[in-house]
């Protein structure tokens, strides 16, 4: 029973920390600039993806190709956002469609030049660490440790920052913040940029742990936008409780009854909790 628990704890927190990183990078943008990305899964799959290439053909270490890896999706990213979204910014049913359009394109990408099997990321560390006398994966507490660190960098540059402090005004007011000379379009660039690293971090992580595919894209975009909804459109904050939530809701079903059951059993206490608070836990009525 000791050894159940244990486990629980670990490994729901390290699955909780991926797709924390994954639902902060979404309500960001959506805070933001009002964007509803829906190519923020592939961006997560990018992410291992990159990385492995780069292994592969540059032959970079895991830890720097999962840098450039980042770098490499949120210039992606920006890009599309300069390319794509921008002009539509204003029409948000269009921007939905253009970023599914993305998605369903990158995603084709990588099934054309990755093939459809399944793939590892190199692990970072290797080894076993013994806590309470069970024996989990060093590859698990890492992962927590990058993810919990990630997390609170964002919030020490959201909050801290003279860069996070625009950001936080152009998403309370852009046109306020626009007269008072900060440049919109800017800060909409480099919140899309922070927003698609911390996707691609959350896939470099999730492909070290479990096998990445190219049919995650959309599975990643599900899972992000439930936990973003149950934790409130827009809300950092609300995004990671919503992850620890779904995180060891799934945690928990698997390890008790088995993995067919978990991803229903998390969305049925999602849509539970939405029937009693529409807004989400820490949304505001618009």
């Not at 805070?31 to 990159?50: C, E, K, M, Q, T």
């Not at 860069?163 to 046109?175: F, M, P, R, V, Y």
């Not at 079903?253 to 991803?263: N, Q």
Request: hydrophobic letters at 60%; one cysteine or more.
């Amino acid at each position: 029973m000791i050894e159940l628990l244990i486990r629980i704890l670990i490994y729901g927190a390290t699955v909780s920390g991926i797709w924390a990183l994954v639902a902060s990078g979404f309500t960001l943008i959506f805070g933001v600039s009002r964007i509803l990305n829906f190519a923020h899964g592939a961006f997560f799959i990018l992410g291992a993806y990159f990385g492995l290439a780069l292994i592969h053909s540059v032959g970079l270490d895991p830890y720097l190709s999962t840098i450039v890896g980042m770098i490499m999706v949120g210039l992606l990213a920006v890009a599309a956002y300069r390319g794509m979204m921008a002009p539509i910014r204003e029409h948000e049913v269009m921007i939905i469609i253009v970023t599914l359009a993305l998605a369903l394109i990158l995603e084709q990408f990588i099934l054309l030049t990755f093939g459809e099997h399944g793939v590892s990321f190199p692990s970072m560390i290797r080894g076993v660490v013994c806590i309470g006398g069970v024996p989990i994966p060093s590859i698990r507490l890492f992962t927590l440790v990058v993810a919990v660190v990630a997390l609170i960098l964002l919030g020490v540059f959201i909050n801290r920052t003279r860069l996070g402090k625009e950001i936080t005004a152009a998403s309370q007011d852009a046109e306020a913040a626009m007269l008072v000379g900060l440049n919109i379009g800017k800060l909409f660039m480099i919140t899309m940029f922070v927003s698609a690293i911390l996707a691609a971090l959350g896939g470099s992580l999730f492909a070290q742990i479990y096998a990445a595919n190219p049919f995650l894209t959309l599975k990643a975009l599900v899972f992000a936008f439930a936990i973003v909804i149950l934790g409130g459109l827009g809300s950092v904050r609300g995004s990671v409780i919503a992850a620890f939530i779904v995180g060891y809701t799934l945690t928990i079903v698997i390890s008790l009854y088995g993995a067919r059951w978990s991803e229903f059993v998390a969305m049925i206490i999602i849509i539970a909790i939405l029937i009693f608070r529409p807004t989400g836990l820490f949304g505001v009525k618009e």
